[in-house]
């Protein structure tokens, strides 16, 4: 699979975005919150992600190290996306693919990540 142009956002509506993608590699995570929120997650460079709406009304939560902002719409308390720091210091987007337009989760081969341990 390669990289394909998708639209998200929350539940509401008010956090809406335009990715590009390659969801060939979707991790589904063990950490503490991915495991309550049942995030599934793609991750992009900066340059691939738009946020069309909803940057003011985004609240931020973090915990732990507090290197990645998990970001949530407060009217629907949905968590579309996350902001962080990939393993080379660069930022990342991390795309919470549950949220993307139309997809078909059953479609998607998913990778576990162990987030629990790292
Ligand atoms: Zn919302």
């Not at 390669?2 to 809406?16: D, F, P």
């Not at 979707?26 to 049942?38: D, E, M």
């Not at 460079?45 to 990645?68: C, M, V, W």
Request: charged residues 20%; hydrophobic residues 35%; contains cysteine.
């Amino acid at each position: 699979m390669a990289e394909k142009s998708y639209t998200g956002g929350c539940h509401c509506g008010q956090v809406r975005f335009d990715v590009s993608a390659d969801l060939s590699k979707v991790l589904a995570c063990n950490c503490s919150i991915c495991t309550k929120r049942g995030t599934l997650w793609a991750f992009v460079s900066p340059d691939k992600f738009g946020l069309r709406s909803g940057e003011e009304t985004l609240t931020d939560y973090q915990f732990g190290k507090r290197i990645i902002h998990h970001l949530f719409c407060p009217e629907c308390g949905v968590g579309s996306f996350s902001r962080g720091v990939g393993p080379d210091g660069k930022p990342v987007i991390a795309i919470n693919v549950r949220c993307l337009d139309g997809i078909d989760i059953a479609s998607l081969k998913l990778t576990p990540f162990d987030g629990k341990n790292m």
